[in-house]
């Protein structure tokens, strides 16, 4: 009976142990978010001194100009506007995006003032709160006004999700590159629980003449 008992307990040990493989390598591969829901006070502040670190050490207006295009690159959907200067886009702007700008506003104004400037906590906390996340489209057209009452959703496993708020688009600008005449934009807000963050997409916009435009976005490598 207790070699038997030896036996039992060593496959239940041996069970376990397997469990325990098993649950974390499932825990391991399980998705986590991507775009930030939530930040905590040291996740925040994390962000902040992202932005703020590159501008501190940014010493030619070049420098600041390469970073701001970095930044806007980073969580960029859609076309890449370096190789298609008027494929449809957009820039997703993040609890983090955002906190990163404000990091980059310190720097610059701590470089003016020759003093470090910090962000009040209430407007770092605002950020983290933000129940939105804001979507800026930008796309090209033929008339100044083509982008006029333009719609936009996100298509996520069969559904359509609507923004909560949409701002006009602007009105055209003529485009310098190639393709269509002119290049407008607008933005609209899609609340944070309306959506799954860390989903593949398919944003489509509507224009006014029934056209669309669609392009795909892995909020899963977005932050």
């Not at 990163?100 to 003016?112: L, M, P, T, V, W």
């Not at 800026?136 to 008339?143: A, I, R």
């Not at 083509?146 to 999700?161: L, M, P």
Request: one cysteine or more.
């Amino acid at each position: 009976m207790r070699a038997n008992d030896g036996k039992v307990s060593r496959r239940g040990q041996a069970h376990a142990v397997i469990g325990l493989v098993v649950g974390v390598m499932a825990w391991a591969a399980a998705p986590a978010w991507a775009i930030d829901v939530k930040l905590s006070p040291d996740e925040a502040r994390k962000a902040l001194e992202a932005g703020r670190a590159p501008m501190e050490k940014a010493a030619s207006p070049e420098d600041v100009k390469k970073i701001l295009q970095q930044a806007s690159l980073v969580t960029r959907v859609g076309a890449d506007p370096e190789k298609d200067s008027c494929g449809a886009s957009a820039i997703l702007r993040t609890k983090r995006y955002r906190l990163e700008a404000f990091g980059r506003q310190e720097a610059a104004e701590s470089k003016k003032q020759k003093k470090d400037v910090r962000m009040p906590d209430e407007f770092i906390q605002k950020v983290v709160d933000m129940p939105n996340m804001e979507v800026e489209v930008q796309l090209c057209g033929e008339d100044e006004y083509f982008a006029e009452k333009a719609d936009i959703v996100f298509q996520q496993k069969g559904k359509n999700i609507r923004p909560v708020d949409l701002s006009p688009a602007d009105r055209g600008r003529k485009n310098d590159g190639t393709g269509p005449a002119y290049r407008s934009r607008f933005t609209a807000r899609f609340g944070y629980e309306t959506f799954d963050p860390n989903a593949k997409t398919t944003i489509i916009v509507t224009l006014q003449d029934g056209q669309t435009m669609q392009f795909d976005a892995d909020f899963s490598q977005v932050k």
